[in-house]
């Protein structure tokens, strides 16, 4: 297996440099066409809002996301299309809501249940718009949009795979949720000796080279699976061994300082990406964007806000974002945008001078005017759901409507990051407004469905300020009416 492995990377490079160099009739990296962008796209998982220190976390060094930030733009008020992973990355690869997908419902894919649901391979990607317009395009690290023989990165727009296509796998052994080898190179399963994060850096700095050499546009999209649990950090062999056949959550497992130690292992390895990209001549011209696929869970920073992982409090929500691209936005800046997963599509697509598909318009906006300065922030409306706890959120302007069971409530999240101050009876106005938006949105999505993974989010779990409140909507009302209206 090992040779194997070795023989496919091998293969990889002399197909991107060799074909892809044809393609582009030799063209050398300086000499590529400046209209159309490289595009690195960094993906954290399980990453908290200020989980890096360009963020605020005073406890760790991440100098290689915070050059990103320099160099860039950073976003103030980014979302997560969800507080879980699988529907967010639906979201992604996709630009559009989540639920307007079998495989986007809350988060089916846990464990692997069901081999007949996935990411449609005849639905458009970025990746595949990309492609289309003359992009090479590759995926480093994790997949969790379907499985084998139906699902995958190849029938979805990337040319090339090496990662894992599970929800998590175990940092040195590579075996996934269900105690299964997971661990690929294209649809070839591998063994490969060496810390996760490490080998996806490696690949993503081969891919970055040899795409560079051939002078042709590419996508490298580095998703990590640092620092979603199992935490084990580099060096952590003995707690890979001792949960080895186990669940890989390990209940019992992991400190601050270990997960401290993933995120620098991460922040490392995308300073070896983005070394590849100024040594190679192409930082002026390609884009770097680094974000997280939801709120942090257990050990992780969400400061200043309230909530984690699988609950639509801000913690669960909001994710750092950044993104650097020399030769088109400022640098040092911050930006009160708000955005969320599903705008990268759009924007990317605008940056490449792609074409969308007209038969799948995006959900999400095209940032780049308001990243560049052309045109002042504009106001979003965003809406969410998820079936734990029958939570459903939306966002319009500044206001944030929130319900969990059966208590509902109206925060300002720009002047009260922390959801305290429930303003649902001083503006009922504005309350009954976004609750009749949200349930028009519902409407036009999938409905719920019943297998919607619900692990680490239960009742007792509620933060104080949300269970002391009373309930104001019906226990029988199955959406979330206003009090007015629930009778």
Request: charged share 20%; aromatic share 10%; glycine share 10%.
């Amino acid at each position: 297996m090992p040779g194997m492995a070795s023989l496919t990377r091998r293969a990889l490079l002399q197909r991107t440099a060799g074909a892809v160099a044809l393609a582009a009739g030799g063209a050398s990296a300086r000499g590529q066409d400046m209209t159309k962008p490289n595009i690195v796209f960094i993906l954290a998982d399980d990453l908290g809002y200020a989980d890096v220190s360009c963020y605020g976390r005073p406890d760790l060094s991440t100098p290689n996301i915070d050059r990103i930030a320099r160099n860039g733009v950073r976003f103030l008020q980014a979302y997560a299309n969800s507080a879980v992973c699988t529907a967010t990355r639906v979201a992604l690869i996709t630009g559009r809501y989540q639920y307007r997908l079998r495989v986007g419902l809350e988060e089916p894919l846990a464990g692997g249940r069901d081999p007949d649901i996935g990411l449609p391979p005849e639905h458009p990607t970025l990746p595949s718009l990309l492609r289309k317009a003359g992009y090479s395009t590759s995926l480093v690290g994790k997949w969790h949009l379907g499985v084998l023989p139906k699902f995958g990165p190849l029938t979805s727009g990337y040319d090339h795979f090496y990662g894992f296509r599970g929800g998590a796998v175990d940092y040195f052994s590579h075996v996934g949720t269900n105690q299964k080898d997971d661990l690929w190179d294209e649809d070839v399963p591998v063994k490969q000796v060496g810390y996760l994060t490490h080998l996806l850096g490696n690949r993503a700095v081969e891919a970055v080279n040899a795409y560079a050499k051939a002078g042709r546009p590419f996508l490298v999209s580095l998703h990590f699976s640092a620092p979603h649990w199992p935490w084990e950090a580099p060096g952590d062999e003995a707690e890979a061994e001792r949960i080895r056949g186990t669940n890989l959550r390990h209940y019992d497992g992991g400190t601050q300082k270990t997960y401290q130690r993933m995120i620098e292992e991460m922040d490392v390895q995308i300073g070896r990406v983005v070394q590849a990209i100024e040594s190679n001549g192409i930082a002026p011209n390609t884009i770097v964007i680094f974000t997280s696929d939801n709120g942090g869970e257990r050990f992780a920073d969400t400061w200043p806000f309230t909530g984690r992982k699988t609950e639509l409090l801000e913690g669960g929500l909001r994710v750092p974002a950044i993104i650097a691209w020399p030769a088109r936005l400022p640098a040092g800046r911050t930006t009160d945008q708000v955005a969320i997963s599903m705008d990268w599509l759009p924007t990317l697509i605008a940056a490449a001078g792609a074409l969308p598909d007209p038969d799948y318009p995006s959900d999400g906006i095209d940032l780049l005017p308001m990243l560049a300065g052309q045109r002042a922030a504009v106001p979003r409306k965003l809406f969410w759901r998820y079936k734990a706890n029958a939570q459903r959120a939306a966002r319009d302007g500044d206001f944030k409507f929130l319900k969990i069971l059966d208590n509902t409530f109206l925060f300002d999240v720009v002047v009260d990051p922390m959801e305290r101050a429930n303003l649902k009876e001083r503006r009922k106005d504005v309350y009954e407004r976004i609750v009749g938006e949200w349930l028009a949105w519902n409407a036009s999505m999938l409905p719920e469905v019943a297998e919607s993974f619900t692990e680490g989010f239960t009742g007792a779990q509620l933060p104080d300020h949300i269970g002391a409140q009373k309930a104001t909507t019906a226990p029988d009302n199955p959406g979330p009416l206003p009090a007015a209206q629930a009778r």
